[in-house]
């Protein structure tokens, strides 16, 4: 049995030292503003036990388990997550002015990035003998927390927003999780599942204070520089709102650069929205920071992000930036995302896109510079803010009259084509 990849829990504000054995979220030395915990490795004892080939093929994040902070004995709880396609977007770049491709973690188990980090913490509550698991969510962690859970054999309560998208709120309960919906804000639900976990036990996955959770977000950190080895973007962008995700990606690419696989960075640009910025606001030193979210990208509605602090450095450090854009350029880049491309995202997943167009618009973004979207959740599980983007479908009556009132008659030698066709089979 070994964890001895695993140097310590190290605390971002005092730099304290904890035991990555114990289950401990965050530094007690600090009252009133949360001591989140950074995982420190012997790169010496992961870089011994990697051995998988970096040659693009990734098909599960397990492929860099000697990264990830499980002990070597656990069997990983796992429904395939990571190994998400990174897709040229020739359309939507040229839309854009750059040279564009989008890593679609939307594609993965339960729909959305999580799944990267909740298969790594229900490995490791299963591996230290949890019977309970817990988190609160907007509703994709929630989703996600409870698919892991049933894969398992451990029981999900689980915290949303009484307010989360339907589609959000039945399907974890498909998966047999219990969801209490709270009469509040996701912050709300956040401080409650905080009391319940001290209250009861639980195991706690919440990625902004359970320090293994930006561990298994950092994989797609480690996919992205195998899959653009040798031609690094210049930027990677992803949306915001605890901010963990974004400081889970550049942990991973900065990593394998430190670690020589690839010879290169790319900047990060974190996009939240106009109704939801405190980290863009804290990035760029706004002190009226405003802590109610309101926007319709309920996936970033988060007005007191934990995780503020490493998104930061994870901007800073990679000469990166952060915007905030208004919900109808998120609304719109919906179905931009979709019409160029093929993609359904939700709209915390096509923030990014709305994110490049305003990047390019003020500058930060130069023409032909190479970018990578992040589209971090897909988009079947949200379909009220698409309806209004989309508008009513259109009624019609089952007769061909009522398409030719739709499109008009049919051109002269319309199915000539089709008629070929058949002959051809005829012989
Ligand atoms: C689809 C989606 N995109 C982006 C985010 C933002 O990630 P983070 O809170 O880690 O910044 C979330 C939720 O957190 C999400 O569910
Ligand atoms: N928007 C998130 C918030 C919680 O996710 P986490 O991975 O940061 O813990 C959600 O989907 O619930």
Known sequence: ???????????????????????IYTCPNHDGVTGILDVTYDYDVIQDRFDAPLDGHVDSQWKYDAFLPVDTDATPVTLDEGGTDLLDAPRLGAELGVDLAVKNDGANPTGCFKDRATSVAVTKARFGGQDVVTCASTGNAA?????????AGLDARIFVPAA???????????????VLAVDGSY?????LSLEVTDTYGWYNRNAAINPFQIEGKRTVGHELAEQ??????????FSMGDGCTIAGCWKGFREFAELGYVDDTPRMLGVQSAGASAIHDAFHGHDDVDDVADTLADAIAVGRPRNTLKACRALEESGGTALAVPDEDI???????????GIYAEPAGAAPVAGIRRAREEGIIEAGESVVAVVTGMGLK???????????VTGIAPSLDAVEATYGAPEPGATDGAAAAYTDLDG
Request: aromatic residues 6%; negative net charge.
């Open 1 to 23: 049995m070994s964890l001895d990849h695993v140097e310590t829990l190290e605390c971002t504000l005092c730099g304290a030292t904890y035991d990555p054995e114990r289950v």
């Open 143 to 151: 989703a996600s927390l409870a698919g892991y859970a049933a894969r």
């Open 164 to 178: 989360a998208p339907e589609g959000k709120l039945v399907q974890p309960r498909v998966y047999g999780a219990d």
């Open 187 to 191: 912050d709300e639900a956040y401080d």
């Open 228 to 237: 653009t080895q040798g031609a690094v973007p210049d930027w990677i962008v």
């Open 331 to 341: 609304l719109s880049a919906v179905t931009t995302l979709g019409g160029t491309e």
């Open 382 to 392: 949200d379909t009220a803010g698409a309806n209004e983007a989309v508008g009513d």
